[in-house]
Nanobody
Framework: QVQLVESGGGLVQAGGTLRLSCAAS????????MGWYRQAPGKQRELVAA???????NYGDSVKGRFTISRDNAKNTVTLQMNSLKPEDTAVYYC???????????????WGQGTLVTVSS
C-alpha cells in the first residue's frame, strides 16, 4: 500500500509563511511527479505546484513568485514553501503523486488526506 502523509498546515496571518511537507510511504520504486493541489470552499481543486523527478517545476499563476516546491527523490518527499500568504490562499491543500510505481499498488496516482491552510486578513 502507498500512503501520502501531509504536515505543516495551520493558521497564519496575511503576509506570513508556512511550509507544507508530504511523505510517501510504501515500497516505492519511483514517482514521476509530485505536487500540491488546493481546494477552497465552493471552488474546484486547482494545481498549486508540481515537480518532476528531474526537478522541472510548474506553478499555478496565482502563486508564482511566492511559493516554492522542492522534492527529495531518495526519501519520496515533497515540500511547499509558501511565502507572502494571502487570505485567498486559504484552502485544503492536497499532496499528489503521479506516475507512481510501487509494490502491490495498481493505481499510478495517489493523494494525501489534505491539510488545512487558513490565512487571516
Amino acid at each position: 500500500q502507498v500512503q501520502l502523509v501531509e504536515s505543516g498546515g495551520g493558521l497564519v496571518q496575511a503576509g506570513g509563511t508556512l511550509r507544507l511537507s508530504c511523505a510517501a510511504s510504501g515500497i516505492i520504486f519511483g514517482i514521476a511527479a509530485m505536487g500540491w493541489y488546493r481546494q477552497a470552499p465552493g471552488k474546484q481543486r486547482e494545481l498549486v505546484a508540481a515537480i518532476t523527478r528531474g526537478g522541472s517545476t510548474n506553478y499555478g499563476d496565482s502563486v508564482k513568485g511566492r511559493f516554492t516546491i522542492s522534492r527529495d527523490n531518495a526519501k519520496n518527499t515533497v515540500t511547499l514553501q509558501m511565502n507572502s500568504l494571502k487570505p485567498e490562499d486559504t484552502a485544503v491543500y492536497y499532496c499528489n503523486a503521479e506516475g507512481l510505481v510501487a509494490q502491490n499498488y495498481r493505481s499510478g496516482e495517489a493523494w494525501g488526506q489534505g491539510t488545512l491552510v487558513t490565512v487571516s486578513s
